[in-house]
T-cell receptor, first 114, second 111 residues
């Protein structure tokens, strides 16, 4: 199974600033995703990170707010821009080794915006 | 749109009990269903994946069943232990590949 690491594991940020979260996978994967989990809520898909092209964003999420990079098949970054307290969440990177089969998650980045 | 519901939202039991966690979904046209475990402040760990053509999957003390026609899945935990304490999430994959998550059942097993 894929092993996923994320940096940072947690951070406390001031409103108006930006934070970039890194996701590293120990194997090459085609499908890589970014999720958000707000307090007491389930997971919401932010976008699918595509290697070599722009990310595909879900309804309610835009590139200006959540720019994503995917320079290769093992690495991706998610930036949370111009943060507000409503952005306080756990951000999770996820991959599929085989399309539509078992989905693996990173340990998450816990973000608190003051 | 697929909706996934997990009942109960929270469960507290003494060690040794056999448990059943429930997951229901509104659209029976699914590709597969996955159960995850999430420890506090952590990511998700995949426990079991059931394909739409399967009735159940087992891993150690865990058994997951799927009744696609009625839109239900159960996760059975045998002989529960304090280390089983976590939030258990059910996720349904649609036939278009999209994953829908429930809100989870928060399980506490006390010694």
């Amino acid at each position: 199974s894929a092993v996923i690491s994320q940096k940072p594991s947690r951070d406390i940020c001031q409103r108006g600033t930006s934070l970039t979260i890194q996701c590293q996978v120990d194997s090459q994967v085609t499908m890589m995703f970014w999720y958000r989990q707000q307090p007491g809520q389930s997971l919401t898909l932010i976008a699918t990170a595509n290697q070599g092209s722009e990310a595909t964003y879900e309804s309610g999420f835009v590139i200006d707010k959540f720019p994503i990079s995917r320079p290769n098949l093992t690495f991706s970054t998610l930036t949370v821009s111009n943060m507000s307290p409503e952005d306080s969440s756990i951000y999770l990177c996820s991959v599929e080794e085989v399309v539509w089969e078992t989905q693996y998650f990173g340990p998450g980045t816990r973000l608190l915006v003051l | 749109k697929q909706e996934v519901t997990q009942i109960p939202a929270a469960l507290s039991v003494p060690e040794g009990e056999n448990l059943v966690l429930n997951c229901s979904f509104t659209d029976s046209a699914i590709y597969n269903l996955q159960w995850f475990r999430q420890d506090p402040g952590k990511g998700l760990t995949s426990l079991l994946l059931i394909q739409s053509s399967q009735r159940e999957q087992t891993s150690g003390r865990l058994n997951a069943s799927l009744d696609k026609s009625s839109g239900r899945s159960t996760l059975y935990i045998a002989a529960s232990q304090p280390g089983d304490s976590a939030t258990y999430l059910c996720a349904v994959r649609s036939t278009l590949g999209r994953l829908y998550f429930g809100r989870g059942t928060q399980l506490t097993v006390w010694p």
